[in-house]
Each structure stands twice: as C-alpha cells, then as structure tokens.
C-alpha cells in the first residue's frame, strides 16, 4: 500500500460525503465530515470518524465558507481536502486556501479550474489545442450588434451563453435577427445576477443534440486517460435526470474519437484528478466540446458500474503522487448502466422541490442494484439544499436489461411522507422515446408523462360516499397474534387530485374549451415585463411577458394566433404557478 493520507475532510453532505468516505475508510484513511446547523442529525456526520459544526443559518454561509472549513480541517489534523461535487468542488480560491495551510487538494490543479470556469478562455484553449468546438466567438460580445453581425455570418439559430456561466444558466436561443436585442439583453442580465459577471458569448444552436460527456482521468506522471463516455441527454432545465453510459448514439469508433478528444482537452489544461468533458453530439455525428466540469460529478456512479474501477479511489491515489491505477488499454466497458436521480419533487406541479420529512424508507437490493444516498426514514429533506433523495444505479448486460432491471429497482423502493420522482422515472422508462434510445426532447416536460407518474403513485381509486376520492392502502392488522392484511380507504392526497385533472384536462384535447385560452404561469416568479395590451392582436410564439424565477428569465408566449383579453399582470408583480395571465381569443370567440 503506497503512503497515503492519514486523514481526510470531505467539505461536503449528504450522499456524495458518503460516498467518499466509503473509499476512505476502504484504504484505512480517518474521515472528517463537516455539518451545517441545519445538518446536526444528517447520516453523513455520523458516517464519518469525526465531525466538525461549522455553524451557519444558510448554504452559503456553511458549506460556501472557505475559511471554516479551513480551520476545521487543520483542527481536525487532517492532511487532505476532498471537495465533493457542488459549488465549492469548482472554486480555485478554496484549492489554494487548503494548499497554502500545508495540506493536499483532492482535486485538480486550481489554474485548471479557474481556465475552465472562464468559458470564452476554455474555448480558446480547446480551439488552439485542436479540439473541436461549436462554431461561434472565442471572446465576450460587445453589444447586439455584434451578434446580429455573427447572425449574417453563420445563419440562425444562434444560442447565447453567459460567459462565466455553465449547466445551462443565462442561455438564450435566437431564432431570428429581430429577437438578438432582447435575447443578448436577457442573457447579460441573467449572468449579472447569477455569476456577478453580464459577459456573454455566442455559439451557433445545434438542433436536437444529445448531452455526451467523456469521463477522463489524469495523474502527475503524465498519464490522461478516458473511461468512455455517459450520455445525460435526459435532463429538464439543465437538470440531470438519468445518465447512462454508453451512450444509445455511440459506438466503438465514434468513442474512440471523443475519447481522444477529451484527452487532449485535459492535456491543453494541465489537468489531474478525475474531470469530465461534456460535448454535443450533433444528430450527423459530429463532436463539439462543450465545457469542462472540474470535479467527480453525480453521475460518475454509471462509469464505475461498467468499468469496475473506483474514481474516487483515483483521485485520492493521484492526489498523493501515485501514478493512475489503469492504463488505457486495460480499460475495459463491461454492460451497460444507468443512473436515476430520486429527488424530492412534484411533477405534477412542474418538478416543484418538494421539501419535508421522509416518513418510510426502504432501499432496493438485488443484482446489480446500487444505492447511493445520504438518508434514512425521518431525515428531513431540506429546502435549503438540493431535493435529491437517492441516485439509484443499476447495472446489467446490455441496455434494455438494465432498463428491466432499474424499472423492477424502482418499483421496490419505498419512500414515504415526501413527493418524490420514483413515478417519473418508472413513466419515462417504460416511454417508447427511452426504450428507443433517442433524444426525448420535449417527453420530460409532457403532461403526459406527469399524468403516467401519477398513476404509478396512486394505482386505484375508489369514489367515496361524499364524492371525495379515496385510495386503498394495504395495512397489516394483528388480531389475537394473529396476522391480517386489512384494505383501508384514505382521502386522496391532494396533489393526486390536481394531477388527475391535469390529466383529464390534456385528454380533452382539441375540444377542450374556453380553459384552453388561457395563458398561465408554469411558475412562480416575478413579472419582469408585460410586451402586449389588451386588445392587442398576436401571432402564436410571440411574447406576452417575462417572468423571472429563480433568476432565470423566462418568456411566456401566445399558443395561437388571437387577441389579447383579460390581461390580467404588470411589471414587478408577483406570480403563481397556474395563475391565468391573460386568455388569447379568437375573433370568433367575440371577445
Ligand atoms: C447547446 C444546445 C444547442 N446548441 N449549445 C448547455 C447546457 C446544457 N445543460 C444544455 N446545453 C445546451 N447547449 C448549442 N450551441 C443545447 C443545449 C441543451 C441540451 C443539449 C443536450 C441535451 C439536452 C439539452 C437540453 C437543453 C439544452
């Protein structure tokens, strides 16, 4: 056993402090797990040798200070920081404050994350080293005008991104040359709010691409390699929801390729530790690279399902000058594996977080089965952190028997007292657009499919006496020692009920009525701007507001041609979810 750490914080919670504190404890290293006041009886502080309170009311306050965590980590007498994922994982200023008190950065070098976290700057190194990348500006924008000039230049659509940006924050499509002003306006703002930095920077928009990224490891004796590739295609806005590797759109020859071209990628940035290139995969084939995430990301469970190699195992080896456990033709991809994310969200109500307490909680086991969480029955979930639950993972032979098996994995896995997506993700497995392999752009937002995961939650109705719905919950009763199973009828859950109407309401179709008029809000939010008037006539697609949410911007527009009636917002109000903006009638309606 070459010398290692004798002890390691990991600055992070919940499943992914877990996770790294498995390896730990594998390779008889002392973990040190730190905690927030709201994280006091969180199964990571109790995973670990030792724990540290760091204090704070807020996220930001605990986990996002830098200098607590330094000082814990000297107190605690560990020689190494392990970041996890999150915010903090990507932060240069964090990785020189652990290596300035002596101790080793579980991580990559911070020049590399710093280059990478600049996207013009990584463009421009990816572009001088040969990797490809989409068409567009290697430097920020100037105005509107340069934009529309890049329009004349390389035809729309165009996509502009924010230039400190990533994972899809202050990105905005341009269709046409008389929607770059509001768009490159749009964008900078978002940028300002989210990164403090309104830089943005233009690419040309690629029309249903897929999401592949390339898996990559390096050390300090030269040696980059790449595990293939994980396609995280399905996502909804810019949230991951399942990954797998390999990708349904790659084989042997094209994996080879982006293979490649990761390494160089890491190569160009002087990269070490694990990190992951994440690309388009246009429908011709064709590879560009998109950024680099300097980090172990969520879903590097799948890689290590069908390679058999531990990444966090890596990274603790490279960080202590050990050279990588594997050589590039020692990789070898066995099966197939996928990767749901169980989160504490409300389809119906649009994924809505939906924080609260965990009342039951049973994992799924069996073969090839693994479960990658940082709770038990009565943790509370959070509103403070990321709703995620679980991220259950399965492996198998091929595709279509990991499918099978993550669909039988889901149906095992109880969870109780939160609204989860364990429905979802049994409604988009069984879809023909996932069972088909393609991109599903658009199936993960359909009230269809919210309608199919709300029957997996609810699966039989009876109507009660008052006219209230009621469902069957199977209840085991004792009676004199002996056991039976009693069916006991509840009011139904009162999202169930909204789901349902939903459902019916979609099923209506064409001949759904005068409901089908209204424009409402599919979020709560803040109205930025109203761009009509009552009376006004519209074309469909065209913009009716904007409404900003969790400071990103978000244009509602008309569904159909029509007249603007009942407008019923102005700037700087307040927005629910559902609420009705204004009905877009027909002439023929009469007003
Ligand atoms: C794009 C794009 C099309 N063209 N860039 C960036 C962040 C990531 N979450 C999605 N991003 C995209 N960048 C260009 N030049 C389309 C997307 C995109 C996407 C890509 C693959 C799979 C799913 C997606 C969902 C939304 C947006």
Redesign the pocket.
């Known amino acids: 056993m070459p010398n290692l750490f004798s002890r390691v914080l990991v600055a992070n919670r919940g499943e992914i402090a877990i996770r790294v504190f498995r390896t730990l404890r594998e390779l008889g290293i002392d973990s040190v797990a730190v905690y927030s006041d709201a994280d006091r009886g969180s199964r990571h502080v109790t995973a670990a040798d030792e724990a540290f309170a760091v204090g704070g009311e807020t996220a930001a306050e605990s986990y996002l200070a830098i200098e607590k965590l330094v000082v814990a980590a000297r107190e605690s007498g560990a020689d190494a920081v392990h970041p996890g994922y999150g915010f903090l994982a990507e932060n240069a200023a964090f990785a020189r404050a652990v290596e300035r008190e002596g101790m080793t950065w579980i991580g990559p070098p911070p020049e590399a994350i710093e280059l990478m976290g600049q996207k013009t700057a990584a463009r421009t190194r990816m572009q001088e080293a040969g990797v490809p990348i989409?068409p567009g500006t290697t430097d920020p924008v100037g105005g509107a005008d340069e934009i529309a000039a890049l329009g004349e230049e390389l035809g729309y659509p165009l996509?502009i991104k924010a230039a400190a940006g990533g994972?899809?924050k202050g990105?905005k499509v341009v269709r046409a040359a008389d929607e770059v002003a509001r768009a490159f306006e749009s964008a900078a703002r978002e940028g300002h709010s989210y990164f403090a930095d309104p830089r943005v920077y233009v690419?040309?928009?690629?029309e249903d691409?897929?999401?592949v990224e390339v898996q990559v490891l390096a050390d300090s004796h030269g040696n980059v390699i790449h595990l293939g590739e994980r396609d995280c295609?399905i996502?909804r806005r810019?949230q991951k929801l399942v990954e797998e590797t390999p990708s349904p759109a790659v084989d042997e020859e094209l994996r080879a390729h982006i293979g490649s071209i990761a390494v160089e990628a890491a190569r160009a940035c002087g990269y070490r530790s694990a990190g992951t290139i994440e690309g388009?995969l246009a429908p011709d084939g064709s590879y560009y690279f998109?950024e680099m995430n300097t980090r172990i990301q969520v879903e590097h469970t799948v890689t290590e399902e069908v390679t058999g190699l531990d990444l966090v195992r890596e990274q603790i080896l490279v960080a202590a000058g050990e050279p990588l456990s594997v050589r590039q033709e020692d990789v070898r991809l066995r099966g197939h594996a996928i990767e749901c994310r169980i989160n504490a969200e409300d389809v119906s109500r649009g994924f809505l977080p939906a924080p609260g307490r965990i009342t039951h909680y049973r994992e799924p086991a069996g073969p090839g089965v693994r479960v990658d969480s940082g709770v038990v029955a009565g943790s509370e979930i959070s509103g403070l952190y990321d709703p995620m639950i679980a991220k259950l993972i399965v492996h198998d032979v091929d595709r279509e028997h990991a499918r099978r098996r993550m669909l039988r994995a889901l149906e095992e896995f109880e969870i109780g007292g939160v609204t989860t997506l364990l429905g979802f993700h049994r409604a988009l497995l069984e879809h023909p657009c996932f069972v088909e392999g393609a991109t599903c752009h658009g199936i993960v937002e359909s009230e269809l499919l919210a309608a199919r995961a709300a029957d997996f939650v609810t699966d039989s109705y009876l109507v009660g006496t008052d006219g209230t719905r009621l469902v069957e919950q199977l209840l085991p009763v004792e009676v004199g020692g002996r056991r039976y199973d009693v069916t006991v009828l509840r009011p139904e859950a009162p999202w169930a009920e909204l789901a349902r109407r939903r459902r019916e309401r979609s099923a209506a179709g064409a001949h759904g009525g005068a409901a089908r008029d209204a424009v409402v809000s599919p979020m709560q939010g803040t109205v930025l701007s109203v761009e009509v008037a009552d009376g006004d006539e519209v074309r469909g697609g065209q913009v009716l507001c904007v409404v900003e949410a969790m400071k990103m911007e978000n244009e509602l527009t008309a569904h159909r041609d029509g007249i603007v009636r009942e407008l019923s917002v102005r700037a700087g109000e307040p927005v629910q979810t559902g609420q009705v903006i204004c009905v877009v009638a027909q002439e023929a309606d009469g007003g």
């Open positions: 989409v996509i994972g899809g990105m690419e040309r928009y690629l691409p897929r999401h295609t996502q810019h388009l998109m």
